[in-house]
């Protein structure tokens, strides 16, 4: 269940996508002060292109190095980028070589008076993430399971709150507990925005993973489905389930969806975006 490491696929196109919606939602969220970023399934936060995990198949020159070696215009997709450029000026004056997590781009965008709740269950992955932001204190860092303490986690939390939900769904039933864990703080929480990721893998689990999710019926859920078939990658794609998103949304993140797929699909194989809000 622990041996997952995210190094191995850190700066793919799903990240990619997935970065550049939550960079978006943090910018948009945190004018609503106080505000909080719960990221549950934290790991380590921060990934060097030369690590070991990262190395074995280097799956960000098919995400991040494509993105970043594209004449992109989008205003939404820039703000993402010039995050990880930032990340790399500070260390590294010429070159390109760590990848900025979740956590790491949230400690960018947020103010000094926001709040920021990370944890995670890997051992190596939990000592990192530790010292990646020790000398932070506006963040919290906690070895804890988010299935049995994210109800808790919010409740101390005040204001406006978005909570990232994204695990390794390598558990056989992840799939299930997520479902579980949303339909639960949902019901508990019903004004706090969730950004749920998940991958398309097995098509089966992923159509009913989606099924599973629609039923649940919540209102102002926003499903975002990425198709961006390859040849490199057991992964085929990316999607999201987005509870109380900002009203303007798709408006505002339509293009920028379009030019990373353009950016980052294969030519050889069918792409597409299926937006839809319930």
Same mark, same amino acid.
Not at 226 to 240: D, K, P, V, W
Not at 261 to 266: G, H, I, R, S
């Given at each position: 269940m622990l041996s997952y490491r995210h190094g191995?696929?850190? #700066?793919? +196109?799903?990240?990619?996508? %997935?970065?550049?919606?939550?960079?978006?939602?943090?910018?948009?969220?945190?004018?609503?002060?106080? +505000?909080? +970023?719960?990221?549950?399934?934290?790991?380590? #936060? *921060?990934? +060097?292109f030369e690590d070991k995990f990262m190395q074995k198949n280097k799956e960000y020159l098919n995400g991040i190095i494509k993105v970043l070696n594209a004449n992109i215009s989008d205003q939404i997709v820039n703000q993402y980028v010039d995050l990880v450029k930032k990340v790399n000026s500070e260390k590294n004056k010429h070159s390109i070589n760590i990848y900025p997590g979740s956590c790491l781009l949230s400690s960018l965008v947020l103010d000094r008076e926001d709040k920021i709740y990370l944890s995670e269950l890997h051992n190596n992955e939990f000592e990192i993430l530790q010292k990646n932001f020790a000398n932070d204190s506006r963040i919290i860092v906690e070895k804890k399971d988010a299935y049995s303490t994210l109800n808790a986690t919010i409740s101390s939390y005040k204001g406006s709150r978005l909570v990232l939900i994204d695990p390794s769904y390598e558990v056989k039933d992840e799939y =299930? %507990?997520?479902?579980?864990l949303?339909?639960?703080?949902?019901?508990?929480?019903?004004?706090?925005?969730?950004?749920?990721?998940?991958?398309?893998? @097995?098509? =089966?689990?992923t159509n009913a993973f989606i099924h599973n999710m629609l039923s649940l019926k919540i209102k102002n859920t926003t499903h975002i489905k990425? =198709?961006?078939?390859?040849?490199?990658?057991?992964?085929? #794609? *990316? #999607?999201?389930f987005i509870i109380n998103a900002p009203s303007e949304m798709k408006h505002d993140v339509t293009n920028s969806l379009a030019v990373l797929? =353009?950016?980052? %699909? @294969?030519q050889n194989y069918p792409a597409q975006i299926q937006y839809d809000v319930f």
């Open positions: 191995f696929h850190a #700066g793919n +196109f799903a990240d990619v996508f %997935k970065h550049c919606l939550l960079v978006y939602l943090l910018v948009k969220l945190k004018q609503n002060k106080p +505000f909080a +970023f719960i990221d549950p399934f934290a790991a380590a #936060g *921060t990934y +060097f =299930e %507990k997520v479902t579980k949303i339909k639960h703080n949902t019901s508990q929480f019903s004004d706090v925005c969730y950004m749920v990721w998940y991958p398309v893998l @097995d098509a =089966e689990k990425i =198709e961006l078939q390859n040849s490199f990658l057991r992964m085929q #794609g *990316t #999607g999201f797929l =353009e950016t980052l %699909k @294969d």
